[in-house]
């Protein structure tokens, strides 16, 4: 199906395009990558009578790192940067659950054209960066008509495809706080197929020392209107010896936990019992990808396919 009509505007700026939805109403909607807003366009479901276009403002995708002396710096993501860019960024690999983040996202053709900006502002339960992103310290830097302001991920996100975005107002950076040393991360998704959305998904960020978990931040994706911070999981880690290797019961028991804090639909990826048991799975493999990475190694860390 066609979109309905619509008026097209082109930004220059991120200030003009703030300027231009300040003008143009609740009407209008901004176009980044178009990957979940031409779709929903096509179908009728969002009807706007304006769209401002992004894709021709100078300098708004970028990933740059930023160094600190209080904490280990930081990586910032202009809002417009592709998934690609990210997947292929040696700077992204750095932290690299992000690199496993970016890789999975549907297929080519998708991350060539998604943002990150467009994805966490579309807050999608099935999103991928939204749940990866939520074991990190992130914060959403957004500018409206009353100035710019910068809000951390969790308060970014407040419901299924609801933010604390103002109507006029954009994302325009990224920035993840770079974890310490000792730190490993994993970002892993069942798909029943790329250029799908997953099935499940589930993200594991370890501060390790030694063999004794020192911080964990566990978040499930899929199972949930928003992504669901594991907070008994990450508890079951904290303090605790992790061999890492199959058998380890403490890790089991960090999965079950997870289990339990999935709150699933069924629908055409599987029913709810099926996905608590994709993600006990996958909360498994991530924790293990997780700490061998804190240890070091080079782990490749792959979405899981059907
Ligand atoms: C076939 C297919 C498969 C997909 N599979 C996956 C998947 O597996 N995992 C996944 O995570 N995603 C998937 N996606 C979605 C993709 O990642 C999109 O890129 C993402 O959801 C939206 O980013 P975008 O840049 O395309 O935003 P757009 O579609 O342009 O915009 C999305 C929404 O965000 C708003 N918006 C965009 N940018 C900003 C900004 N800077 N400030 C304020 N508001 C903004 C728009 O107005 C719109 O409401 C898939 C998409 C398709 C078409």
Redesign the pocket.
Known sequence: MYPRSFHYHRASSLDEAVTMLGQLGESA???????????LLKLRFANPEHLVD?NFIPATSYIRAEEAALHFGALRFG?MTR?AEIERSAMARTIPLLHDCAAG??DVQ?RN???I???L??A?P????ANALITLDTTVHCLGSGGARSLSLQDFITDAYTTA?APNE??TEVEVKIPPKGSGGAYVAFKRSA????SASAAVQLTMSGEVCQEAAIALGCVGLTAIRATAAETALRGKILSGDGSDKTITAAAEAARAAADPQPDMRGSAEYKRELVVALVKRAIQIAIRRARGEQVEGAHLYA
């Open positions: 909607k901004v176009l980044a990558g178009g990957q979940s807003l031409i779709p992004l809002a998934h996202i549907a998708v054209r998604g943002t900006g467009g994805s502002a579309e999608d099935s999103g991928d960066w975005l954009l994302v250029p799908v959305y997953p």
